[in-house]
């Protein structure tokens, strides 16, 4: 901690002065493109390592998709790379990008930074220098956790965010296929849950939890508020789930946050919709306890909204005392505000962290009662 806290912290990109081509044709490079598009910055086109996987893909239809043997020496010479790809350790790749030619280099996420007011998405912030209030917050956090493992995530992040450095530990392996669904969690499932998902997307992790749990659960409620990912959640259940399973699960269009408040909904961006005052719609936000519900499993990933979501949600915490998956990377937050909060507010818990993914992303703060 004090090694990252003397080092000059790194800093934010301020403008995009080369022409831009992405790399990764996956689902990040598809939001990479959806975003790009939206906010006006055109980009040359897509390398892919797979690139024949997306001939036919229409999300990329009119947009090239190149092997990088077909990349010319002067577009890697002269061209900003954007990595679109968060679920490898990113110092490797960038090596290999190096060895082959490529000059400037950076996580997609991190250009991000220069459009913040054009659009919300905001998961390469930067944390800038750490005043002595973060680093109380911080050692309070990290004494805070109930292994090494959490501890040392809890680190990676913070030198990604304040240093851009990845630090990797061997005896703490960022894992990509387990996110909210650790054995810590998994562990504690009796087969009776009630999971109430806020901020459902498309449905997957109600899918990924009903398939663990082998269809023993007493109720899953997914909160979705964003029409688009509604009808595609529709679609996935409807899919998934037999009809005698799909009456124990109820689906609700509203917005979560600490209570009622008028707010301005950023709608129709994928996983990136969210509370923002860049949003034309309308809503009006309610409060975890606003539902009475009485979930025995809750995760929330609602784009750095998540303390409000839990603040909102003390009262329903406290009463059913609920196994906690929050998403933390969003934000400044995740350094020592949403983890000290979730300790101070929920005693008798243990608490761990994870990352699944990398450049600072796919950390889940995990809150498991003791039972």
């Not at 975890?288 to 809750?298: K, N, R």
């Not at 784009?303 to 009463?319: D, I, K, P, V």
Request: proline fraction near 5%.
């Amino acid at each position: 901690m004090k090694e990252i806290a003397a080092e000059v912290p790194a800093a934010p990109w301020r403008e995009l002065d080369r022409p831009l081509i992405l790399y990764g044709a996956g689902n990040l490079g598809k939001m990479a493109g959806k975003y790009l598009r939206f906010i006006g910055i055109p980009f040359l086109y897509v390398v892919d390592a797979n690139s024949k996987m997306y001939e036919n893909d229409i999300e990329w239809s009119g947009i090239p998709v190149l092997s990088p043997s077909e990349v010319s020496n002067s577009d890697k010479k002269n061209s900003l790379l954007a990595v679109c790809i968060s679920t490898i350790p990113f110092n490797p790749l960038f090596q290999s990008l190096q060895a082959q030619g490529w000059e400037c280099i950076v996580p997609f996420y991190d250009i991000t930074e220069v459009f913040q007011g054009r659009h919300p998405l905001k998961n390469g912030w930067f944390s800038g220098a750490l005043t002595d209030k973060d680093m109380r917050g911080t050692n309070e956090a990290l004494s805070g956790w109930a292994d090494d493992i959490s501890r040392a995530h809890h680190l990676q992040f913070l030198a990604w965010r304040c240093l851009r450095q990845e630090w990797v530990f061997a005896d703490a392996p960022v894992t990509t296929a387990d996110r909210y669904f650790i054995p810590q969690v998994v562990g504690q499932f009796t087969g009776n849950e009630s999971f109430l998902d806020i901020g459902a997307h498309h449905g997957e992790v109600c899918v990924s939890f009903a398939d663990i749990v082998h269809g023993r659960f007493k109720s899953i409620v997914a909160v979705e508020p964003d029409s688009q990912n509604l009808t595609e959640l529709s679609k996935v259940f409807l899919k998934h789930f037999p009809d005698s399973v799909r009456g124990r699960i109820n689906v609700l269009d509203v917005v979560i946050s600490d209570g009622r408040c008028s707010e301005h909904f950023f709608e129709g961006h994928g996983y990136t919709s969210q509370l923002s005052s860049l949003g034309e719609k309308g809503v009006v936000t309610v409060s975890i306890d606003d539902l009475q519900l009485s979930p025995t499993f809750l995760k929330v990933h609602v784009e750095g909204w998540e303390l409000f979501a839990l603040r909102g949600g003390l009262n329903t915490l406290r009463r059913c005392r609920p196994i906690v998956a929050i998403t933390a990377y969003h934000n400044r937050q995740g350094i020592w505000e949403l983890p000290v909060w979730c300790m101070n507010s929920l005693p008798n818990y243990r608490f761990f962290t994870r990352m699944h993914g990398w450049c600072g992303t796919g950390l889940v703060i995990y809150a498991l009662p003791d039972r």
